[in-house]
């Protein structure tokens, strides 16, 4: 019998490499006009009309107390559906689908403090390198 492994949406985020389940991906998006929204947090850049659906967007580097990236041709958003639920991150740009082992995911315990503890799933490796392994749904709320 072989290791379980499942697929991951590798993107970059000032300049690390970053995943989330494929599964939980709708689609991924060029980066639409975002209509901000007063009194909104500082990570919430706004809402998109995504096919007559209207979705909250949110700066994933500020979500992870990263500096925030230029906004450039390649950044993308990253539209996120869990249990009727549905968010956008905008993310510096997107990679690839990788495959992750699960004997390839280590626990970084305490290894990246800004994080929210249930955003983390791990740390990855992979023939492209490293990824952070994020929960996407963890920034549903």
């Not at 993107?11 to 909104?40: H, N, W």
């Not at 390649?74 to 740009?93: D, Q």
Request: aromatic content about 2%; proline content about 5%; overall charge neutral.
């Amino acid at each position: 019998m072989g290791e379980k492994s499942s697929r991951w949406l590798r993107f970059q985020l000032s300049g690390q490499s970053y995943a989330v389940e494929l599964l939980k991906v709708q689609e991924v998006q060029r980066v639409p006009d975002i209509m901000p929204v007063r009194g909104a947090p500082s990570h919430m850049l706004g809402i998109m009309n995504l096919r007559g659906q209207i979705i909250s967007v949110v700066d994933l580097s500020q979500c992870l107390g990263l500096p925030g990236d230029a906004l450039t041709d390649a950044a993308r958003i990253i539209v996120i559906e869990s249990k009727n639920e549905t968010i956008g991150l905008r993310v510096s740009s997107v990679a690839e689908v990788i495959a992750v082992r699960e004997s390839a995911v280590e626990n970084p315990v305490g290894a990246i403090p800004a994080l929210p503890r249930e955003a983390l799933i791990g740390i990855a490796r992979h023939s492209g390198g490293m990824s952070v392994l994020l929960e996407a749904t963890a920034f549903l709320a």
